[in-house]
């Protein structure tokens, strides 16, 4: 056991990790991590303080303002054997012995403690922590190993690796500049108290905190990302103010831009008005995917020719925001070339047959055969739903043509526009809406589809990519899923639930077995299964209870599981508990199939079985309906245990009153086995 006494004796410290530009696409899944991973390093060293981190795009910074200059003591206690055992005539026994040799003490530091109503052997010592100052170069050697951004980087010569090459680690505890060796030699860099500000400004060397601050705010470095966050947004809406226009805050690219600008100035430009001819998407991706600008918009709603760029200078010269536009425009108008050579050339009415030629994915066949067996797949669907022939016309069209706009030039530009430009190019309007929709959900977060029609065509689009991805043996193991299947079976139970869509699992797969040969259907649907967790947040064991039920339509197995929650969040459910446990430890087989009425002798069990009689009279359906119902037996049932003997001598009683039991068993059953439930 360790007890700690907190050191009192504090001051500051700050720690600068200057890098080269760090990627935001490799920081932004790590950066919500690395104060948590420095505290948890400090916690390790007996160190516990408050710390603020900041960052900018070349630099990871630690401040705290009352830093320990020691470890915490500690306390070390040890237990050695029960003192019944201890001594034999006065003399150490060998357990005494070898706890004496483990701890190299001699007998006289012994005490005697008690522990659980029990006396034992017992030493103690207080370890004193060490100064800070010994332990800060460790404490960052640490630190920077447990770090994970992916992919990571060697320079010069040496063995370990990082994000970036580390240019400078500058250290102050109690405004005095720490030298570090191994550092150094580690990442290979020549320590200085030289720090750098923004590049249009020089160096200078800081001996305190309060003049490193300053210094960066003085030299055109805003290093709190919160404080780069509120700049951006005030800018923001000024701009909006000023021109009448409304910004879209993309969350994403606002995150990249805070983290790879060090002094944000908003800038607002406007392109031609010619390139607003091309869709929007087009025009949005564009600025965001290439450029790093925000899309405007009239107060209407519409998409304007304006556009936000953050700059990470001081200037705000015309210069800057011209050769900006001049970028963007020759992007676009690469772009219009694109599009209007698409609309030549985009097969409208058919599957492209040079999709014959493209293999979707290894030994799966071309992509003009993945449009063949996602119409195969949205036939069941349709047929299994009662869709009517004009909408079951429309999701079949639309699957016909759903891959044809891969070719296109605009797709080959911006992969993320796939689907949206085929919904440009179709001249049909029936079908734009299936279209731009086909792969939805493309995250966890985003929307599903919005019509029936582009519900089935991604149902079938990401059904087929499981199917044949399971057949070729290409399945997600671990945290490994590379072609995102994960994702692909939680889209499609999303917008199952949605629509209600009728979707037997196990028939549909039957059904499709013959066009994914080396399929097994019992992996597929586990691996469903598995992402019902991921997706509702309940209780495991609910899940387990409902899927053993035998149930294989996904939608009715998503009702099954809101309703035998309704047991877990039950005011109840403690006596829920009591009361299952008692119907499990009864649940036998019996060659008994009905109840026989005529064996019903005492009021208890006439009660119940009128109570099970009613029930069954109501031809319940929905699982809710059946498991509410359920649960009102719970009085008359605990009023069944108490009174009734139910492991009679008579066999034929005894049966019958077993089977009262298993009949309520079975009708639970119906929705999940209650047996499974945990609590």
């Known amino acids: 056991m360790i007890l700690r006494k907190l050191s009192l004796n504090i001051s500051p410290l700050l720690i600068e990790i200057f890098t080269e530009e760090l990627p935001f696409s490799a920081i932004k899944k790590e950066i919500s991590n690395v104060l948590e991973k420095f505290k948890k390093v400090l916690r390790a060293y007996n160190i516990d303080c408050n710390v603020d981190f900041f960052y900018t795009p070349r630099r990871l910074i630690f401040h705290s303002k009352n830093f320990p200059l020691k470890q915490s003591d500690e306390i070390k206690e040890f237990f050695g054997p029960p003192l019944s055992i201890a001594y034999q005539n006065n003399e150490p026994t060998s357990a005494t012995k070898g706890f004496l040799k483990r701890l190299n003490i001699s007998q006289d530091k012994l005490q005697i403690k008690a522990k659980d109503n ?108 919160y404080e780069r966050y509120e700049i951006i947004i005030n800018q923001i809406k000024e701009v909006e103010s000023k021109f009448n226009i409304k910004v879209e805050l993309d969350r994403e690219l606002l995150d990249e831009i805070i983290a790879i600008t060090e002094n944000p100035n908003v800038l607002f430009g406007e392109f031609d008005k010619k390139f607003l001819e091309l869709p929007k998407e087009v025009i949005i991706t564009s600025m965001k995917i290439n450029q790093k600008y925000f899309a405007t918009y009239t107060n209407d709603g519409l998409l304007n020719n304006g556009f936000i760029v953050v700059c990470n200078t001081i200037s705000t010269s015309d210069l800057i925001l011209n050769g900006n536009i001049r970028v963007l425009s020759a992007r676009l108008e690469d772009a219009l070339f694109f599009y209007y050579n698409d609309l030549k050339s985009f097969v409208k009415d058919k599957c492209d047959l040079r999709l014959k030629n493209i293999e979707f994915i290894q030994d799966s066949g071309s992509l003009y055969d993945k449009v063949g067996r996602e119409k195969e797949i949205a036939k069941i669907i349709i047929l299994n739903n009662k869709i009517n022939e004009s909408v079951a016309k429309n999701i079949q069209d639309s699957i016909e043509i759903s891959k044809n706009d891969l070719l296109s030039e605009m797709v080959n530009e911006f992969g993320e526009l796939q689907g949206i430009m085929g919904s440009y190019y179709t001249d049909n309007d029936r079908l734009k809406q299936a279209l731009k929709e086909q792969y939805l959900p493309l995250t966890e977060d985003t929307n599903i589809p919005s019509s029936i029609e582009g519900a089935i065509v991604s149902i079938a689009n990401k059904l087929d990519s499981i199917l044949i991805l399971f057949a070729l043996n290409k399945i997600p193991s671990g945290s490994k899923d590379p072609f995102a299947l994960r994702r692909a079976a939680g889209g499609i139970i999303k917008i199952i639930e949605y629509f209600k869509l009728e979707f037997n699992l196990e028939e549909i797969l039957d059904s499709l077995k013959p066009f994914y040969k080396k399929i097994e259907i019992y992996r597929v649907k586990n691996f469903f299964y598995e992402r019902l967790e991921g997706i509702l947040n309940v209780n495991q064991s609910i899940i387990n209870a409902a899927i053993k039920s035998k149930q294989n339509d996904i939608l009715k197995l998503l009702e099954q599981i809101k309703a035998l929650e309704l047991i877990v969040i039950s005011p109840n459910k403690n006596d829920y508990k009591m009361l299952f446990k008692r119907v499990a430890n009864i649940l036998t087989d019996t060659t008994k199939k009905d109840i026989d009425t005529s064996l019903l002798i005492e009021n208890r069990e006439i009660e119940l079985y009128n109570r099970i009689d009613c029930f069954r009279k109501q031809n319940l359906t929905s699982p809710s309906s059946i498991i509410k119902e359920l649960l009102g037996f719970k009085d008359i049932l605990e009023a069944f245990f108490d009174d009734i003997m139910i492991n009679v001598e008579n066999k034929d009683l005894r049966e019958n009153r077993i089977l009262l039991i298993n009949v309520i068993y079975e009708e639970f059953f119906k929705v999940g086995d209650i047996k499974e439930i945990s609590f």
Request: charged share 30%.
């Open 118 to 225: 029990k006396e034992f052997l017992f030493y103690s010592y207080k370890q004193e922590g060490r100064d800070s100052k010994d332990l800060i170069e460790n404490i960052i050697l640490e630190f920077l190993d447990s770090l994970s951004f992916g992919k990571s980087m060697q320079w010069g010569s040496i063995e370990a690796s990082f994000i970036r090459p580390i240019r400078n680690i500058f250290i102050l505890m109690d405004d005095k500049f720490i030298k570090t060796k191994d550092l150094e030699k580690k990442y290979q860099f020549n320590q200085v108290n030289k720090i750098v500000p923004h590049r249009i400004c020089s160096n200078k060397e800081i001996n305190n905190i309060k003049d490193y601050f300053t210094f960066l705010r003085d030299n055109f470095v805003i290093y709190s990302q």
